[in-house]
């Protein structure tokens, strides 16, 4: 199975967007309010 060119951007979109919000968490973690 050869992903489309649409899928692969939107997998690529899904994997920063993922991996930003995990930064986010950990970083409010460190920093409580």
């Known amino acids: 199975m050869t992903p489309?060119?649409?899928?692969?951007h939107h997998y690529q979109?899904?994997?920063a967007f993922f991996s930003t919000t995990r930064i986010w968490s950990q970083?409010?973690?460190i920093f409580p309010r």
């Open 4 to 8: 489309l060119p649409l899928t692969d």
């Open 27 to 29: 970083c409010l973690a």
């Open 13 to 15: 979109i899904s994997t």
